[in-house]
């Protein structure tokens, strides 16, 4: 198997992969982006931020489905070799990383699963195919790439009323990361996304788990993060004020510390290890 592309940011027997969503890819972790990469590798851990496949510098692998995703991030941990990893996913990357962690739970020692759901619903269901339109509009209207980030990545932030929480920055990185992603890649995304039901599963994952949820996050509401934390025994639930979907971007400095917060207190990290 192809590996996927990553980049590397510290060093420690902990390693984070850093799991991006549908319409993104690992630069969103860098600093230009949100600096959480940095801030995890400060904190004395290995910060492995991964472009899935089809994105960025990864190869398409196969059938665009869950199966084809959760092996190319499981051939990854192999190769990486690591003692200790954390998986950490936005939206479609945290159902990678639940998904991964049902099929061999023994594989990963802690989750951080920020904006994102154990269930996207039947592919069949009424909600289901209105999203699923909603989605592919603008492509199939022949807009592609750029046409559809510019239509859909202001649903994601923050309501423009309540700017100035919703940032230009927010705005421009996620355009730039949604434009560049292959159509075909989109569409496989989502379609390999759209019968995912973990909710079941959600009893048995026995490690440190962290829930980050945005406050104006529409795409996961934050009832929907907190009813998931509440099937996870000893899961943790935070709240990020002034955020939507893209929490990373627009509230950075909150979520990279609610992360590294989380790390610190459930891995045995040094304070400030690499300060």
């Known amino acids: 198997m192809t590996l996927l ?12 992969l850093l799991l991006h969503g549908i319409g993104g890819g690992r630069s969103i972790w860098a600093d230009a982006a949100s600096g959480t990469a ?11 931020a991964v472009d899935l496949p089809g994105y960025g510098g990864s190869a398409a692998m196969g059938p665009p ?5 959760v092996a190319a991030v499981d051939h990854l941990i192999t190769f990486l070799a690591a003692p200790r990893v954390v998986l950490l996913g936005h939206s479609m990357g945290g159902m990678v990383a639940q998904e991964l962690v049902a099929r061999a739970p ?15 619903g039947k592919p069949d269901g009424d909600w289901q195919a209105r999203f699923v339109a909603e989605r592919l509009a603008p492509l199939d209207a022949g807009l592609g790439m750029a046409g559809m980030a510019h239509a859909l990545v202001p649903g994601l932030l923050v309501p423009g009323l309540l700017a100035p929480f919703a940032s230009d920055h927010a705005r421009q990185v996620a355009t730039a990361l949604m434009t560049g992603v292959p159509e ?3 569409r496989g995304a989502l379609a390999a996304i759209a019968g995912f039901d973990r909710r079941e599963a959600l ?21 929907v993060m907190q009813r998931l934390a509440s099937r996870i025994d000893g899961a943790e639930f935070v709240c990020l004020p002034g955020a939507g979907h893209i929490a990373n971007l627009e ?9 590294v917060s989380f790390l610190q ?5 040094a304070h400030g290890a690499n300060q």
Request: hydrophobic share 45%; glycine share 6%.
């Open 38 to 48: 940095s801030a995890i590798a400060a904190a004395g851990c290995r910060a492995v």
């Open 184 to 186: 075909s890649t989109y």
């Open 251 to 259: 509230q950075s400095a909150a979520f990279n510390a609610a992360v």
């Open 203 to 223: 009893a048995d994952i026995h490690m440190p788990v962290l829930c980050l949820a945005g406050e104006h996050d529409r795409t996961a509401p934050p009832e």
């Open 106 to 120: 023994r594989r990963v020692q802690g989750l951080v699963l920020a904006c994102t759901s154990a269930s996207f």
């Open 65 to 69: 489905d869950m199966d084809a995703l």
């Open 5 to 16: 592309a990553y980049d590397v940011c510290g060093q420690g027997d902990v390693t984070v």
């Open 265 to 269: 207190r459930h891995f045995s990290l």
